[in-house]
Structures are given as structure tokens and as C-alpha cells.
């Protein structure tokens, strides 16, 4: 499970085996028991959340949008493509 980075008590991460066909890039998110998926393509946006807020959605929203570049090259240098 690759961390991405960690910011305001958030761990921003992806699966190693994300499926076959894999998906297209995304990211997990994890606080407190709390968890999401979200979108980079076509566009940023929530694909499922438990436990967070609309308020933390929208940190996180704006942290992958801020972060977009580094989830990106993490994702593409991980899984070689």
C-alpha cells in the first residue's frame, strides 16, 4: 500500500493490485476510521466516502487537487505506465 503523502491527519494512498484491468488513477484517503475514493480522470471528484463530513470532502478535495502532480508521477512511476 504506497503512501502518497500525509497531510492534516489524512493518509492519501493507493492499493498495490488495483484491479484487473486496473482502474484509471485515483486515490484512497484514510482518517480515523473514516475512508474514500477519489477521481483524478476525467475529473476530480469523490468516487465513495464513509465517515467524512461534506467540510472533509472538500479538505480533500482540495489537497488532490493541490497534489494532483505528486499522486500522478507516484501512481504512473509505481505502476510503470
Do not use: C
Amino acid at each position: 500500500m504506497p503512501v502518497v503523502f500525509r497531510q492534516q491527519n489524512l493518509t492519501f494512498f493507493f492499493y498495490s493490485n488495483e484491479g484487473d484491468p486496473r482502474e484509471p488513477v485515483h486515490i484512497h484517503v484514510r482518517s480515523s476510521g473514516a475512508t474514500a475514493k477519489v477521481w483524478l480522470h476525467p475529473l476530480i471528484g469523490i468516487a465513495e466516502s464513509r465517515g467524512f463530513n461534506s467540510r472533509e470532502l472538500s479538505v480533500i478535495l482540495r489537497l488532490v487537487i493541490d497534489n494532483r502532480h505528486l499522486i500522478e508521477k507516484t501512481w504512473h512511476d509505481y505502476f510503470g505506465n
